[in-house]
T-cell receptor
Framework: AQKITQTQPGMFVQEKEAVTLDCTYD???????LFWYKQPSSGEMIFLIY??????QNATEGRYSLNFQKARKSANLVISASQLGDSAMYFC???????????????FGQGTRLTINP | GAVVSQHPSRVICKSGTSVKIECRSL??????MFWYRQFPKQSLMLMAT?????????EQGVEKDKFLINHASLTLSTLTVTSAHPEDSSFYIC?????????????FGDGTRLSIL
């Protein structure tokens, strides 16, 4: 069974600083995908960034980058130049390739609540 | 703009009422949609995988008769909470994925806050 672990329940960061949100995963599959989502207090889930298990380079998307260390099974999210609007819950998730067509389920970590202080 | 639409956004109703929640993919066909439940300050818990034209696949511990899922078309899945009770109060959120590569993210609806009095 796969598992996603986010060890930081809460993070407090000063505005404009960079912040790293930790995520480790456990899977026996060779092919898998890792995702980060942001959930503001309003509840919607916003897709931020994706990393494939075979991707050789770390994914980047604007101020978001993913520090992917495959041997250590970690996929930490880095947010550069944090803004007040970055305050939200952040979830790491993993999707496995399934032999059942269309059943590519996502498993989520516990989440990290990020608070950006002015 | 939103690619998955979920309605209603909020429901408050009496115990014993059945509540239907709709999830629509707006600009792509989704043979598979997913339904999650989220308790306050907790993560998303997958309830079931909704398959177009066939029965839903429920996760262990989820009551099939309590949470009825219908995926009648490639753009619409519905979740009906039957005879809802206060313990069913929660945040329910659906998602859909464009078929194909593993890199395709799940796109989520805005969720439904269900409160049973």
């Amino acid at each position: 069974a796969q598992k996603i672990t986010q060890t930081q329940p809460g993070m407090f960061v000063q505005e404009k600083e960079a912040v790293t949100l930790d995520c480790t995963y456990d899977t026996s599959d060779q092919s898998y995908g890792l995702f980060w989502y942001k959930q503001p207090s309003s509840g919607e889930m916003i897709f931020l960034i994706y990393q494939g298990s075979y991707d050789e380079q770390n994914a980047t998307e604007g101020r978001y980058s993913l520090n992917f260390q495959k041997a250590r099974k970690s996929a930490n999210l880095v947010i550069s130049a944090s803004q007040l609007g970055d305050s939200a819950m952040y979830f790491c998730a993993m999707r496995e390739v399934s032999i059942i067509q269309g059943a590519q389920k996502l498993v989520f970590g516990q989440g990290t609540r990020l608070t950006i202080n002015p | 703009g939103a690619v998955v639409s979920q309605h209603p956004s909020r429901v408050i109703c009496k115990s014993g009422t059945s509540v239907k929640i709709e999830c629509r993919s707006l600009d792509f066909q989704a043979t598979t949609m997913f339904w999650y439940r989220q308790f306050p300050k907790q993560s998303l818990m997958l309830m079931a995988t909704s398959n177009e034209g066939s029965k839903a696949t429920y996760e262990q511990g989820v009551e099939k008769d309590k949470f009825l899922i219908n995926h009648a078309s490639l753009t619409l899945s519905t979740l009906t909470v039957t005879s809802a009770h206060p313990e069913d109060s929660s945040f329910y959120i659906c998602s859909a994925t464009r078929e194909g590569r593993l890199s395709q993210p799940q796109h989520f609806g805005d969720g439904t806050r269900l409160s049973i009095l």
